[in-house]
């Protein structure tokens, strides 16, 4: 594992951010939870824990490239449910054709700081309430790709479960960028290396003249295919993190193909003689972050997925972080 970086200063910073207690969600069985907010280092970011005094092992929630809190306040119910705290981290808002959930955070996916997520692990290391050895991550999609960065540079990360992961970093996009020359994320100010696309803006064209939804799989590939070089540099150091790690792909999957990658990175660990669980489904597309409930974002194949990923997850979560 890399040692962590330019962040030991952040830990005492970290004790004086302002908090405040707001209403919340219901827990998935109706009861009423409260949240701290996190403060000013992380705009957007709250924090939920069960009943109790504690102190919880916790989860930092990240979500995909629909930005914004929603995915995270969607998944923490369900955590709670099972005896965590849960941090729910947005680390970008996008517009979308309205005003952005969170103007403090960038609009567009452009170089985002994987340091976020350590200073998200040293708040909640700081609290009374909390198991600081016992605090994991779970990201989906982009937060997948999010997630297994963090777990690669940073310590401290007890467990980490990645739904429909990457194995490389991509390209960003949004307002202010230009195709093929943002990444999307960085590390200590610098734009980590990436895979660019090829044909993104022609697959959403192409998609809105026909009124379906794009393939967004097709630039991937193109530009992974088209850019070997570039996807071996832009590799995600997998076999760096000697915790745990739970991957779940779908080899149908339109976005990326995350059963693909998720075969390369739990083959990577393997030969690094890593602890890996690897779930990868044939027929299965990218909506593989629910519970197995009944969706109309979900296919039936990807809810039959759902229902052995999830109770995997949990198994492997309460392996690493409550054992």
């Not at 939804?213 to 570039?230: K, S, T, V």
């Amino acid at each position: 594992m890399t040692s962590r970086t330019k962040l030991a200063m952040l830990g005492a910073a970290l004790l004086v951010l302002p908090q405040a207690m707001v209403a919340a969600q219901d827990r998935a069985d109706g009861a009423p939870v409260s949240e701290t907010l996190v403060g000013d280092a992380l705009p957007g970011a709250f924090f939920m824990k069960p009943e109790g005094d504690g102190p919880f092992p916790a989860l930092i929630l990240l979500g995909g490239s629909e930005g914004g809190d929603s995915s995270a306040r969607r998944k923490a119910p369900h955590f709670l449910e099972h005896g965590y705290g849960v941090l729910g981290l947005p680390y970008y808002s996008p517009a979308w054709g309205r005003p952005a959930q969170f103007p403090e955070l960038p609009q567009a996916f452009d170089a985002i700081p994987v340091e976020k997520a350590e200073i998200a692990r040293a708040w909640l290391a700081a609290r009374a309430d909390v198991r600081g050895d016992d605090i994991g991550i779970y990201g989906a999609s982009k937060g997948a790709e999010f997630a297994l960065l963090a777990g690669a540079h940073f310590d401290g990360f007890a467990a980490i479960a990645a739904i429909v992961p990457s194995d490389v970093v991509w390209e960003g996009w949004g307002p202010g960028t230009s195709p093929g020359a943002v990444s999307s994320f960085s590390l200590n100010g610098e734009p980590l290396p990436f895979v660019p696309y090829i044909g993104m803006q022609e697959a959403f064209a192409e998609a809105s003249a026909s009124g379906t939804r794009a393939r967004l799989r097709i630039p991937h590939d193109r530009g992974r295919h088209a850019f070997p070089e570039r996807a071996v540099a832009a590799r995600i150091a997998v076999e760096a993190i000697d915790e745990p790690v739970l991957v779940a792909g779908g080899d149908a999957d339109n976005v990326w193909n995350s059963g693909e990658m998720a075969q390369a990175i739990a083959e990577r660990r393997a030969e690094a003689g890593l602890d890996t669980v690897s779930l990868i489904f044939t027929d299965a597309g990218h909506a593989l972050s629910g519970t197995g409930a009944p969706s109309d974002w979900a296919s039936e194949d990807e809810v039959e997925a759902q229902k052995i990923i999830w109770p995997a997850t949990l198994e492997f979560l309460a392996a690493h972080l409550k054992d």
